[in-house]
C-alpha cells in the first residue's frame, strides 16, 4: 500500500521558516519524481517545488529563492525548507510522487496546513 504522510506545516509569522518532510512507502521512492503543491484559499492547486529522481529540481517563481526542496532516497523522504514566508504564502500543502514511464503512476498525500500570519 502507498502512503505519503506529511509533516511539519504548522503557524509561522511572516519572514519565519518552516520544513515540510513527506514520508513514502510502499513505491520505489528513488526512481519517482517528488514535488510539493499547495491550494491556497479559494484558490487552484498548484506546484510549489519538485525535484526528479536524478535530482533535478524546479520551484515556481513566486517562492525562487525562498523555498528549497530536497530528497534522501536512503530515507525515502522529500522535504521543502521554507524561508523568508509570506501570508501569501498560507495554504495546504501536498506531497506528490509521480512515475512517468507508461503506465503513469502518481500518488499524493493527505496534505498539511500551513499558515503565516503577517
Known amino acids: 500500500q502507498v502512503q505519503l504522510e506529511e509533516s511539519g506545516g504548522g503557524l509561522a509569522q511572516a519572514g519565519g521558516s518552516l520544513r515540510l518532510s513527506c514520508r513514502t512507502s510502499?513505491?520505489?521512492?528513488?526512481?519517482?519524481?517528488m514535488g510539493w503543491y499547495r491550494q491556497g484559499p479559494g484558490k487552484q492547486r498548484e506546484a510549489v517545488a519538485t525535484i526528479s529522481s536524478g535530482g533535478t529540481t524546479s520551484t515556481v517563481n513566486s517562492v525562487k529563492g525562498r523555498f528549497t526542496i530536497s530528497r534522501d532516497n536512503a530515507k525515502n523522504m522529500v522535504y521543502l525548507q521554507m524561508n523568508s514566508l509570506k501570508p501569501e504564502d498560507t495554504a495546504v500543502y501536498y506531497c506528490n510522487a509521480r512515475f512517468a514511464p507508461l503506465p503513469v503512476r502518481e500518488y499524493w498525500g493527505q496534505g498539511t496546513q500551513v499558515t503565516v500570519s503577517s
Open positions: 510502499g513505491i520505489m521512492f528513488r526512481n519517482y519524481n
